[in-house]
């Protein structure tokens, strides 16, 4: 791929993942905002919307922005795209950006993540971890507190999409 497909693949990244950082927000706030704070059923409402909400932006983003830019490398070029390449960088940029926008806004306002690590501190309340533990996961970013099952909703979107725009589009990929 040259580096016009790298800045394409850089700027829908980019798109996605503000779209579903924005949509994350307005989610946790909404519900922070509905009852003064977040009892047990909305802390696992909201771990599980915000994967579900990031791997829906990931699909929808990449069939609608990701297909036009393989079909016009596809007519551009006689070179095969090589699909580890695309998959991985594509990964790796989504990751960058969302984690980039949510420290952003964590830094500009950070009462969501409090509100939300303050909920989950009290749901599983653990006599092993510290108090400088707690208050370092408190004070993170919400994209960083479920960073396990947003990086895993990453990586699958990304593999179901990017594969299904190359079969949508017929192309070959080594």
Known sequence: MNTTAFKNLAIIAFIISSVSILMNILLVNSFYQSGGGFNEMEVSIVSISQAGILFLCI????????????????????????????????????????????????????????????????????????????????SMPLFLQSIFVNILSIVLAQLISINLCLKLSGMQAN
């Open 59 to 138: 699909i929808i983003g990449n069939l609608f922005l990701l297909n036009p830019y393989v079909l016009k490398e596809r007519q551009s070029s006689s070179i095969r795209i090589n699909k580890i390449k695309l998959i991985l960088s594509s990964i790796l940029y989504t990751l960058i950006f969302c984690l980039v926008l949510a420290v952003i806004l964590n830094s500009i306002d950070n009462s969501l993540s409090l509100a939300y690590g303050n909920a989950l501190n009290e749901m599983f309340v653990s006599e092993e971890m510290d108090a400088m533990t707690m208050s370092t996961f408190v």
